[in-house]
């Protein structure tokens, strides 16, 4: 099924206001979600709206809050988002990082206190097209474990890196997960396999099984060990710079919230030799294209190379989305 982007926008800004959101938080946040989906990060858009509602009705997130600025240190700055929308307060944090950058060449912003920020991607977007080079990261609930153990007592951490690159910009959005929780699930509703293992059964053996690895929050780190140490360091960094809590921390709260946040902008248009980086960004990806590839018919491409061919054919022919989550949504 597919659903038109105005269509899909409209829908949940009507829902936004009717959970109380002033107009232009409402535009901001239905944006930001339709912009997801419309981009092919399906799980971050429409699949995760229901469960923002349900967050406001659990008491999570305050929709009137905004971050609050705690402490500057020049082109460090740090702010509390006094549990407002993950995604709102995100949305802030990127264009004050962009700010200090193109007034330090360099922006840093810590938040903390903070919900999900669903589709980290949207922000490194924020970055590229203001010519900055974006590096945004969060930490979350426990929800993998470390490597060598079996309970969960890492995040998988999310982490996006943004290059500019004309209208395909580089972007790495991935999690310290061999699977996002938000793909396994959509993986689990198909009835399809993982193309590779991805966690641990209750019995302990290597899955395939999205339903099964939900059941055990025993999934693998990327690159097993190396995941598990980049999820503890960047807990630890985004924590410590935001003077918020640790995923061990927000373990201890009934329900995944006051999260810790990291924004960080780098101004390229600050730098004498940009017309040289852009030359020599443009002169690798060319080179890595030219790899030989495994597979006949499936070329090597960059993180980010398809999002605008994705994004066209949605813009064109409608946005693909699961029937019964969408039917959730005019429900509301």
Request: contains cysteine; proline residues 6%.
């Amino acid at each position: 099924m597919r659903v038109p982007y105005e269509k899909m926008y409209n829908e949940f800004v009507r829902v936004l206001l009717k959970y109380g959101f002033d107009k232009e938080k409402a535009e901001i946040s239905a944006k930001l979600y339709a912009d997801a989906s419309r981009d092919g990060v399906y799980t971050h858009g429409l699949n995760r709206f229901p469960k923002f509602i349900k967050s406001i009705h659990d008491g999570i997130v305050d929709i009137h809050a905004e971050p609050v600025l705690k402490e500057s240190f020049g082109a460090f700055e740090r702010y509390d988002g006094c549990h407002g929308p993950g995604n709102l307060n995100a949305y802030a944090c990127t264009k004050r990082a962009i700010e200090l950058a193109k007034q330090n060449t360099i922006g840093y912003v810590a938040l903390a206190n903070t919900n999900h920020w669903m589709r980290p991607g949207n922000y490194g977007l924020m970055a590229v097209e203001q010519n900055c080079i974006g590096i945004f990261w969060t930490n979350t609930v426990p929800n993998m474990p470390p490597w060598g153990g079996r309970d969960a007592r890492l995040g998988n951490n999310p982490i996006t890196l943004a290059i500019p690159h004309g209208d395909t910009p580089v972007l790495v959005d991935v999690a310290m997960s061999m699977f996002s929780y938000g793909k396994l699930e959509v993986y689990k509703r198909s009835g399809r396999p993982l193309p590779v293992d991805g966690g641990l059964n209750k019995d302990q053996q290597p899955t395939r099984n999205a339903a099964e690895i939900l059941e055990t929050h025993e999934s693998y780190p990327i690159g097993y060990w190396k995941g598990s140490g980049l999820s503890l360091a960047l807990d630890l960094i985004a924590a410590a710079l935001a003077g918020g809590r640790t995923t061990r921390q927000v373990g201890e709260l009934p329900l995944e919230t006051e999260l810790s946040q990291v924004f960080i902008c780098i101004d390229l248009d600050s730098l004498p030799d940009k017309e040289n980086i852009a030359a020599n960004v443009e002169a690798t990806l060319r080179d890595m294209e030219t790899s030989t590839p495994v597979e006949e018919g499936r070329p090597v491409h960059f993180p980010g190379a398809h999002m605008a061919e994705v994004r066209s054919d949605n813009m064109e022919n409608g946005i693909p989305v699961e029937e019964a989550i969408w039917q959730q949504v005019l429900a509301l």
